[in-house]
């Protein structure tokens, strides 16, 4: 099954940027945890020429480790640049069979695009899961998966 941007949007909307059953995160580590486990969910259901993906679950504390560190930073604007790095970090290096992910070439595009989500303090919720998203989704898109045998690079899907 190929990744849906929207299936993401929703449990960000839902089970994070609101708080799971609207209650919110009592600390960074919290709410980190709660995006990373959104995150690997989703990210589980990624495909490269043909193959899933079997390490977005045991990935998941590496992604909350570092979206922790990313959730304490003192602006929102470097917590939004710090979570796109750790999101394309997480994604960097994730096995599909035999195929290993090369680093997002939408990175810095992703980054900006966190950045400036957590930058607008106007936005709604819904637009800003959206946005997370769909830069989310970007990354994705723009790795490639190398694989030795048979020979030959896939992208995510």
């Known amino acids: 099954m190929p990744l849906i941007p929207i299936s993401l949007a929703l449990e960000l909307e839902q089970r994070w940027l609101t708080g799971a059953g609207n209650q919110s995160a009592n600390s960074a580590a919290e709410s980190a945890d709660r995006f990373a486990g959104i995150v690997s969910q989703w990210f589980s259901t990624a495909l490269a020429g043909g193959f899933p993906c079997t390490t977005a679950f045991a990935r998941k504390p590496q992604l909350s ?7 304490s930073s003192p602006t929102p604007e470097i917590a939004g640049a710090r979570l796109g790095a750790a999101v394309a970090s997480y994604m960097t290096g994730q096995s599909f069979g035999t195929g290993v992910a090369a680093a997002p070439i939408a990175t810095a595009a992703a980054i900006a695009g966190f950045a400036g989500v957590f930058a607008d303090l106007e936005a709604e919720t819904s637009e800003r899961a959206s ?12 790795t490639l998966v190398s694989f030795a045998a048979p020979p030959g690079a896939y992208p995510i899907t």
């Open 65 to 71: 480790s570092m979206a922790a560190s990313a959730l």
């Open 131 to 142: 946005l997370i998203a769909l830069a989310c989704w970007g990354l994705a898109l723009s």
